[in-house]
C-alpha cells in the first residue's frame, strides 16, 4: 500500500483564534486516506519545516501587515520559499504549495512580482472574484463559475504588477477583484499561479458557511460591519453566506482540486499511478 503524503500546514494566524486553520484542517481531512497533517506555528513560534520533508504545503491567512516581520520568522519563511521554488527547477519529483490571503502578500512581496500596500478602507464580506483569460483554463478553479464567491478579509492588496518579472518567472495573473466603483483604483490581484507547482490567493478559499455566519452573528463583529458598511449590506452578506452557490462551493472546490492534482502528480513522479 502507498504511504500517505504528509502535508506541512504553515499557521501564519500570530497565535491567534481563527476558523482559517480549523476550516483547512477539516479540508485536508477529507482527505485522510491520502494525507497526513504536520502544523507549523511560524510567527509566534518561529517554527519552519524542513522543505526537503515535505512535497505539499499550505501556508494560511493571517492578520497584520505582510511588509512587516520580527526579523526572524519572515527570513526563515522566505527561505523556505526560495528553497521550494529551486528545488522544483531542478529536480523532477515537485514540491506544491498553496498560499492563503497573507501568506499570498508575503510570496508576492518576496518574489518581486507586484506592489503591496495598504488599502484605503478594509474590505471585506463575501464577494465575487473575477477568472483572468489564464484563470479560464487554470486547475485551480476548475468547476468553479466566473465569477465565482469567496471571504475576502483584507487591509492589504496586492495591485501593480511587475510584467517583466511576470515574463520571468512564468507567473500569470489569475484573478482579479470586482470592478472597482471609482475608476483611480485599480483592480487588485485575487489569485497569481507563481509556477506551475505554487499557487496563491488573495481571498479564503477555506471559508465554510456555518463557521462565517458564527463569526457575522457575534455581536462585535456585527456592530463593526454595520458602521463599516450599512446594515443592508450585512444582511445581504448574511444572505450570500447561505447560498449554495457562493462560498460553500468555493469550499468545496477549489483547496479540493490543489489538493487532487498534487497528490495526483507527487504519485505520478514517485512511479505510482493514480
Not at 522566505?78 to 521554488?85: C, P, R, S
Not at 523532477?92 to 488599502?119: D, P, T, W
Not at 471585506?124 to 486547475?139: A, L, N, Q, R, S
Amino acid at each position: 500500500m502507498q504511504g500517505k503524503i504528509r502535508v506541512a500546514l504553515l499557521d501564519m494566524y500570530n497565535g491567534k483564534a481563527n476558523q482559517g486553520m480549523r476550516c483547512i484542517h477539516e479540508i485536508v481531512g477529507r482527505f485522510e486516506n491520502q494525507l497526513v497533517l504536520d502544523i507549523y506555528d511560524v510567527r509566534q513560534k518561529h517554527e519552519l519545516p524542513n522543505f526537503e520533508d515535505y512535497n505539499l504545503f499550505i501556508s494560511s491567512g493571517g492578520p497584520g501587515n505582510p511588509l512587516e516581520g520580527d526579523g526572524i520568522w519572515e527570513v526563515k519563511f522566505e527561505k523556505l520559499l526560495d528553497d521550494i521554488y529551486q528545488w522544483n527547477l531542478g529536480n523532477k519529483h515537485k514540491k506544491y504549495m498553496l498560499f492563503i490571503c497573507h501568506s499570498f502578500q508575503l510570496a508576492v512581496q518576496h518574489f518581486g512580482l507586484a506592489e503591496v500596500n495598504k488599502r484605503k478602507s478594509t474590505s471585506f464580506g463575501v464577494m465575487t472574484i473575477h477568472k483572468t483569460e489564464e484563470g479560464m483554463d487554470d486547475p485551480l478553479f476548475r468547476g468553479l463559475d466566473n465569477p465565482f464567491w469567496a471571504i475576502d478579509s483584507r487591509d492589504y492588496q496586492v495591485v501593480k504588477p511587475k510584467v517583466k518579472k511576470f515574463k520571468e518567472m512564468g507567473a500569470k495573473i489569475i484573478a482579479l477583484e470586482k470592478l472597482r466603483n471609482h475608476l483611480e483604483y485599480e483592480r487588485a490581484l485575487m489569485g497569481i499561479r507563481f509556477s506551475d507547482e505554487m499557487v496563491g490567493t488573495q481571498f479564503h478559499p477555506e471559508a465554510d458557511p456555518v463557521g462565517f455566519m458564527t463569526h457575522l452573528k457575534k455581536a462585535d463583529v456585527r456592530e463593526e460591519i454595520i458602521a463599516l458598511k450599512g446594515k443592508t449590506k450585512y444582511l445581504m452578506m448574511l444572505e450570500h453566506v447561505v447560498e449554495e452557490h457562493t462560498i460553500y462551493k468555493t469550499n468545496e472546490t477549489l483547496i479540493p482540486n490543489f489538493l487532487r492534482r498534487s497528490i495526483r502528480k507527487i504519485r505520478e513522479q514517485e512511479g505510482i499511478f493514480v
